[in-house]
């Protein structure tokens, strides 16, 4: 598997607006595709494709929790930071 073609490949969250499901799906289309099914190199690969500041939010996530993040708490950190985002502007 080329890195870096899968990167290049990589939905970013930021063209998809408040479509996180869209992007979630699209995602996992590419993680399946290129047979990526460990959830550390998921979570890798996830961070990828989000902008600094929410990459940091996950990080903390699994920090705190000691473990990878099921993708309904990563999608739950994504729409409260979207939520204040909007707030911010």
Aim: aromatic share 10%; glycine share 2%.
């Amino acid at each position: 598997m080329n890195i870096q073609q899968v990167i290049n490949k990589l939905p970013i969250l930021e063209q998809y607006g408040v479509d996180i499901n869209g992007w979630l799906n699209d995602f996992n289309r590419i993680m399946e595709l290129y047979d990526i099914n460990k959830p550390e190199r998921k979570f890798t690969f996830l961070k990828e494709c989000v902008e600094f500041e929410l990459r940091e939010e996950l990080i903390l996530l699994k920090e705190k929790n000691n473990v990878i993040p099921q993708l309904e708490e990563i999608k739950c950190v994504i729409e409260n930071y979207l939520k204040y985002e909007d707030m911010d502007k």
